[in-house]
């Protein structure tokens, strides 16, 4: 491929080695950056991991919580925010268990997300099945524009 | 688990399986995050596999080995578009070796909200009698 760009594309101006280093460069970053991250995309790093989609009327915001029951979280969402905080918990088992293996973690969480229109607070239902929390946004109608006389 | 409240929870990247054999339907899988413990009378294991019903999940142990698969169901409405995806979903796998020999008969498996709590009973061992010796 380099090969094919050194010599079969006419250079136009004088090219110095770095040039071409640099694309290489560049070419390399973009080979490791679709190696390792299939859907690394763009999370913001913050528990839990959310997907965000909307149709006409709604947004729907998306989360895995195994094992946190509705009580134990919390939602509170504003003019264009939905905040989710809660904790999750894991009851202890009987003295005298020896473990295994302990890949499941407790603990608590708080989330800030950012809806990218403005939306009906008042009509905001969340739900939480096998796991999976589900938070329907109503998006807002929209502001009617207003008359304005000029007065002379 | 006392220790852990005020512990703050830590994004972890879903784990895709790298299973030794290759899937030939298509989509993700992925591997559930599991606790096993074990008693004196019995192996316990709890999978964290959200999105999972009951319908959809197939337990298999056969010569100590214990498999687990579940497939589930797209939640995602047809007319819904992605503004951000930061997880996907697919179908889950793992598999275990036991080292025990379990009793089948009393297995016993419960899915809440998304979690997978299995009960592995152990078969009983042959407890030790005294045999007492008489004279006569």
Redesign the interface.
Known sequence: MIYRRLFNVPTWRFRSPFDELAQLRRQMDRLFEDATA???????????????????NN??V?A??????PDELEIQATANNLAISGE???????E???????????????RMIGL?GEVDTDKVKAS?E???L?VVVPKAEIAKPKQITVKS | MADTESKELKVREKQEVTSPAEQTAPGLVFTPAVDIFETEKEITLLADMPGVKADDLTIDLRDNTLTLTADIAPIEGSDEEDILIEYESGRYYRQFTLGELINQEKIDAKLNDGVLRLSLPKVEKATPKRIAVKTG
Do not use: C, M, W
């Open positions: 299939p859907y690394q995309r763009a999370s913001a790093g913050v528990f839990p991991l959310i997907n965000l989609t909307e149709d006409k947004y729907y998306r895995e919580l195994p094992g946190v029951k999750r918990k894991i009851a202890a088992e009987e005298g268990a020896r473990y295994h293996r302990r890949e499941r973690e407790a603990g608590t969480f708080s990218p939480l096998h796991g999976i589900t």
